[in-house]
């Protein structure tokens, strides 16, 4: 079965400072998708990120980049120069080709102004 | 362009009462999904459809909960009856196809008294 492992249940980062979140799944495919979720406190489920397994190149969206390493199983999620409005509950999620999304446990960023 | 709707957004019932939670997935995705988002298990697939047809109802936990796609751009999930344990934020989401992005709708936060 698939895991995914968030083993920071809350962080926190000063306004405009980087914060790191970090995941680690578990499986023994070699096609499959990653995600990052952020949910605010309205409980909105809003994608981040994505990261395609068979690409190398780490996604990046603005403020938003993955550190994806294959090989170890890690995709953590850094965020550049923090917002006040990047306050929320971050979720990393695996899926296999065709198949549903399994979620981490998540974690509760904080931004301190 | 609208995202996938959901309603409604709360529902408080008594025990023993039929729930009826509804979805409307983003015009032209062919998979949908609904989601159990608890404190104690996290976010959990219920079941999942594509083309209209369940393809995955693993998720579900026991006989009261069921699930329908009568057609493209709707979907219901129905308790009966429920149960104060069943209290939890439902999420549809829908994709363009299976491989491809979930999008979430903003959930249906159900108490059960």
């Known amino acids: 079965a698939q895991t995914v492992t968030q083993s920071q249940p809350e962080m926190s980062v000063q306004e405009a400072e980087t914060v790191t979140l970090s995941c680690t799944y578990d499986t023994s495919e070699s096609d499959y998708y990653l995600f990052w979720y952020k949910q605010p406190p309205s409980r909105q489920m809003i994608l981040v990120i994505r990261q395609e397994a068979y690409k190398q190149q780490n996604a990046t969206e603005n403020r938003f980049s993955v550190n994806f390493q294959k090989a170890a199983k890690s995709f953590s999620l850094k965020i550049s120069d923090s917002q006040l409005g990047d306050a929320a509950m971050y979720f990393c999620?695996?899926?296999?080709?065709?198949?549903?999304?399994?979620f981490g446990a998540g974690t509760i960023l904080r931004v301190k102004s | 362009d609208a995202g996938v709707i959901q309603s409604p957004r709360h529902e408080v019932t008594e025990m023993g009462q039929e729930v009826t939670l509804r979805c409307k997935p983003i015009s032209g995705h062919n998979s949908l999904f609904w989601y159990r988002q608890t404190m104690m298990r996290g976010l959990e697939l219920l079941i999942y459809?594509?083309?209209?047809?369940?393809?995955?109802d693993s998720g579900m936990p026991e006989d009261r909960f069921s699930a329908k796609m009568p057609n493209a751009s709707f979907s219901t999930l129905k308790i009966q009856p429920s149960e104060p344990r069943d209290s939890a934020v439902y999420f549809c989401a829908s994709s363009p196809s299976l491989p491809d992005t979930q999008y979430f709708g903003p959930g249906t936060r159900l108490t059960v008294l």
């Open positions: 999620a695996y899926r296999k080709r065709g198949n549903k999304l399994v």
């Open positions: 459809f594509n083309n209209n047809v369940p393809i995955d």
